[in-house]
């Protein structure tokens, strides 16, 4: 069975930190391109960082780029999301994601997310 589990979310203080961890079962984290989405109360679910299955590279969104950081442990067979400098726009539902490509086409399986809140 294919499955996804998303944990550390919690609430934190604006310019706090927090990691993130998606523990992957049933699939082989270093074969696919693994991502974090989140998505905010009244938005739309958005990428913002993505980690290529052969070559490792990364990319982000603008709105999280230099504050955040996806890594993977591929002897874990897990996924992590560091945030800092968090601000309250960054509160939201974070959901892992595996998919063929960080394009995002095709079919990807996710898990069930777990909640980011940021705010004093």
């Known amino acids: 069975q294919v499955q996804l589990v998303e944990s550390g979310g919690a609430s934190v203080q604006p310019g706090g930190s927090l990691r993130l961890s998606c523990a992957a079962s049933?699939?082989?984290?270093?074969?696919?391109?693994m991502s974090w989405f989140r998505q905010a109360p009244g938005k739309e679910r958005e990428g913002i960082a993505c980690?290529?299955?052969?070559?490792?590279?990364?990319t982000y969104a603008d709105s999280v780029k230099g504050r955040f950081t996806i890594s993977r442990d591929d002897a874990r067979n897990t996924v992590y999301l560091q945030m800092s400098s968090l601000k309250p726009e960054d509160t939201g539902v974070y959901y892992c994601?595996?998919?063929?490509?960080?394009?995002?086409?095709?079919?990807?399986?996710w898990g069930r997310g777990t909640q980011v809140t940021v705010s004093s």
């Open positions: 994601a595996a998919y063929l490509g960080c394009n995002w086409s095709g079919f990807g399986t």
């Open positions: 980690v290529g299955s052969s070559n490792g590279i990364t």
């Open positions: 049933g699939l082989r984290v270093d074969h696919y391109a």
